[in-house]
């Protein structure tokens, strides 16, 4: 099964990050219940590794983190693959991080180096449909500063993946509460 864990988008940002969605020209808004920042993809695993981690993440919470919104941005090298928030990556939200991938890899999920860079994803642009390069910059520019207050982390989340024509359908499979700091 493809899955992730991840923290969902507090509550308090889902309204301004539907309005930042739709002054975004083109591509495929995430649905509301969707946003997430994403702290481990584990891709596809057998219910085993899954079952294996989920009982390792029940065993022990980690604390809450709480997140802060920085700014917008498109990635991409050579043309913007998706527009996100950008999110702080304070040591916090590092160390939950941290402590996550080795959960995974103690249920035999072998995770690949990469930096870490969080964010919530607010549009994809699929091949078919790449952004207008004029256009996007700005739509970012004008989006300013995010204007919403930090928020605290309460729940992590092992979501399931399924991969459609018309985008990915996450299904959540198992929450873990993050205890207050």
């Known amino acids: 099964m493809r899955a992730f864990l991840g923290l969902p988008v507090p509550e ?14 083109g591509g495929r808004s995430v649905p509301a219940d969707d946003l997430h920042l994403t702290l481990a993809f584990l891709d596809d695993q057998p219910e085993a590794r899954l079952e294996a981690l989920h ?42 991080r941290k402590r996550i ?27 078919a449909a790449p952004p207008d390069p004029a256009r996007l910059p700005r739509a970012l520019a004008g989006l300013g500063l995010p204007e919403m207050a930090p928020a605290e982390a309460r729940l992590a989340v092992l979501w399931g993946s399924d991969l459609t024509p018309s985008g990915p ?11 207050a700091a």
Request: charged residues 20%; aromatic residues 8%.
């Open 169 to 179: 359908v996450y299904t959540p499979l198992a929450q873990y509460p993050l205890r």
């Open 55 to 96: 009982d390792a993440l029940e065993a022990r919470a980690a604390p809450a983190v709480t997140l802060t919104a920085t700014g917008y941005a498109s990635f991409g090298s050579k043309r913007a693959r998706l527009v996100a928030l950008d999110v702080a990556a304070t040591p916090e939200l590092s160390a939950l």
């Open 101 to 127: 991938r080795n959960a995974c890899r103690g249920a035999g999920i072998d995770l690949p180096r990469e930096r870490f860079r969080p964010h919530v994803t607010l549009v994809r642009f699929p091949a």
């Open 12 to 25: 308090p940002w889902i309204g301004p990050l539907m309005r930042a969605q739709g002054r975004i020209p």
